[in-house]
């Protein structure tokens, strides 16, 4: 053989090669382009399933939490549950869970201007204390409906 091709010829053993087919074999049906797509009710079946056992006055304090700790939580993310939320109810329940929403929402923005204006220590400690519970009641490992919060910082 010539010495040059010895030199581009593969060194490996046969189950070296068995083990890195295998690894392709692996990283091909891992790969995003091949996994189906999910459905476009699926976010919204999700949610459903989630707050079966609550009410729309309950997911809607969850909801404007999560949107009121976005506003003043250090690092604080909605995760896709949140935008979900909004889709699940209509009629007299959506007008119930809106209603909620806003309110618990409405107190949110109000602990925000706290800060600006009034005694910043006070309000600082709300602060601090209100994210706190949220992460706990709605963060990834929540209490209260877990997953609608992430990447809040202590």
């Not at 005694?119 to 409906?145: H, K, L, N």
Request: hydrophobic share 45%.
């Amino acid at each position: 053989m010539n010495p040059d091709r010895a030199m581009l010829a593969p060194r490996h053993s046969a189950g070296h090669s068995a083990g890195l087919i295998l690894g392709f074999v692996a990283a091909l049906v891992a790969w995003p382009c091949f996994a189906a797509a999910p459905s476009e009710t699926e976010p919204t079946d999700a949610a459903r399933s989630a707050v079966a056992q609550m009410t729309p006055q309950d997911v809607g304090s969850r909801y404007g939490q999560a949107l009121g700790a976005i506003e003043i939580c250090p690092g604080a993310q909605t995760t896709v549950k949140v935008p979900a939320l909004n889709t699940i109810y209509t009629g007299a329940e959506m007008q119930a869970f809106q209603a909620q929403a806003s309110r618990i929402f409405n107190a949110w923005i109000k602990l925000k201007q706290c800060a600006t204006v009034d005694d910043p220590s006070e309000c600082r400690v709300v602060i601090e204390e209100s994210c706190a519970a949220a992460t706990i009641e709605i963060g990834p490992s929540g209490t209260v409906f877990p997953g609608l919060l992430d990447g809040v910082r202590r």
